[in-house]
């Protein structure tokens, strides 16, 4: 038996497992409260709650290189994913404090858990397996929001509120895939074979990241992208937990909240294979602009079919009118649209963070995790409370702002460097090239002695 595969495989399919139950709780979670309101709880618990995740896993970004490199990659990860089984299982019967403390762990958890998968991914792609590898993971871990919203969208049924019974079952069984998850990397084994650059590692303090990314992060070139991280920051508080909510105070049934869920989660799957495809025939500018153009058509159709108060009612239902009528086709498109554009978006970032700053790029994604993370914060903090048009109206003018500055950034390096793009070499082997783009997804945070 290949031992490497062994582990590639063991790798995926733990975090599919871990991560199904996460994505389908977080989708779930402000509704969940909404339909609950015992012990203090109500629909804005659920926004803080994802408020503090985020803004927390942004913080943790900083840290997980010292804590991973001081524990190893398989304990590391299995003392991470403690906090996602305690977050999962708390709002079996939730409690305010109970909520927001395992919020907290579970944000300090996730930027651990990443950056040990990405050693546990090195250290196990001896030569030039480490393409192969990458993908094997993504493949297992992109089930994730599939697998978690297919299991809501039975259970939920045809449901208009979400008892408590259904609530006990939903977490139950969504805490049981955490474990398994937990459980199976208790199955990872020493490699076989070990790459040159991972046998030693120098010893990583524990405010060395921090000195490394604050030097990137008032570069001339990491300035120009900020917008860009700023609006994935919005972006994922729409998509996560906003545009479910919305959902929940228009239509009836609960088991739509799953269906956009599986939508979303399609739209995010496919978009790497799609923008990768048209990266080769117009390039990463035209990707680009048809990404932007792909999420202000989303955002237009979510003003038009969506009454205005359907963000932040607290009645069962939405009271105002929209401009059309909401209809569940429409609004699963709008899901599919929105996954799309995301995904595009990320998979543009992570191309250009991946070519402009190959030698180093630990630190440019700790800057962008960072970003993305205190935007998605401050987004929670104040979507239940802001009125739909106003919350679009911030989506759509940084999605532009995230785009021109993102040109501005092409056009300066291909000024410099003599080329019509930012290096067609680099787009290739980055957004052109799944397996590539997943390979920079998957950089050990850690250095190597050389």
């Known amino acids: 038996m290949n031992v490497n595969l062994w582990n590639i495989n063991i790798l995926g399919i733990g975090f599919m ?258 923008w990768s495809v048209l990266t080769y025939k117009i390039g990463r500018r035209g990707v680009l602009l048809c990404t932007t153009s792909v999420c202000c058509l989303a955002y237009t159709l979510v003003y038009l079919s969506f009454p205005s108060d359907s963000a932040t009612t607290e009645e069962a239902r939405a009271q105002e009118v929209p401009i059309i009528a909401s209809n569940i086709y429409l609004t699963l498109f709008i899901a599919l649209l929105i996954g799309l554009g995301d995904g595009g978006f990320n998979v543009t970032i992570y191309a250009t963070l991946g070519q402009l700053w190959e030698q180093a790029p630990a630190p440019a994604f700790a800057v962008f995790k960072f970003v993305q993370g205190i935007l998605a914060t401050a987004a929670f903090l104040y979507c239940g409370s802001l009125l739909l048009p106003y919350q679009l109206l911030i989506l759509v003018v940084m999605c532009l702002l995230g785009c021109l500055c993102f040109l501005i950034l092409d056009f300066k390096i291909s000024f410099q460097s003599g080329y019509e793009e930012i290096p067609e070499e680099g787009v290739r082997d980055v957004a052109g090239d799944p397996d590539r783009f997943y390979e920079e997804l998957s950089q050990p945070l850690i250095p190597s002695d050389d």
Request: hydrophobic share 45%; glycine share 10%; with cysteine.
């Open 17 to 274: 497992l871990v991560f199904s139950a996460f994505t389908a709780a977080s989708f779930m979670e402000s509704i969940v409260f909404k339909d609950y309101q015992k012990h203090g709880i109500t629909i804005e618990t659920g926004f803080h709650s994802l408020a503090v995740i985020y803004g927390v896993l942004g913080v943790s970004n900083w840290f997980a290189p010292a804590v991973v490199n001081k524990l190893g990659s398989k304990f590391s990860m299995i003392l991470s994913v403690i906090p996602n089984i305690g977050f999962i299982f708390s709002m079996y019967e939730p409690y305010q404090w109970s909520i927001f403390l395992c919020s907290a762990l579970l944000g300090m958890g996730g930027g651990i858990l990443w950056t040990a998968n990405g050693e546990v991914i090195a250290r196990n792609s001896p030569g030039d397996t480490k393409p192969r590898n990458t993908g094997i993971f993504w493949s297992w871990f992109n089930m994730s929001a599939l697998v978690g919203n297919t299991f809501l969208y039975f259970q939920l049924g045809n449901t208009e509120t979400i008892s408590d019974s259904t609530r006990h079952t939903i977490y139950l069984v969504l805490g049981g895939f955490s474990v398994t998850g937990l459980i199976s990397f208790f199955l990872l084994k020493s490699p076989e074979t070990i790459p040159e650059e991972c046998m030693e590692l120098e010893e990583v303090s524990l405010w060395q990241p921090i000195k490394d990314g604050l030097r990137f992060a008032v570069s001339g070139n990491m300035a120009l992208l900020y917008f860009a991280f700023m609006f994935t920051g919005l972006s994922l508080n729409f998509w996560s937990s906003l545009y479910i909510v919305m959902i929940g105070n228009v239509f009836p049934k609960r088991n739509y909240l799953a269906l956009a869920g599986i939508c979303i989660g399609v739209g995010q799957v496919s978009s790497g294979f799609v």
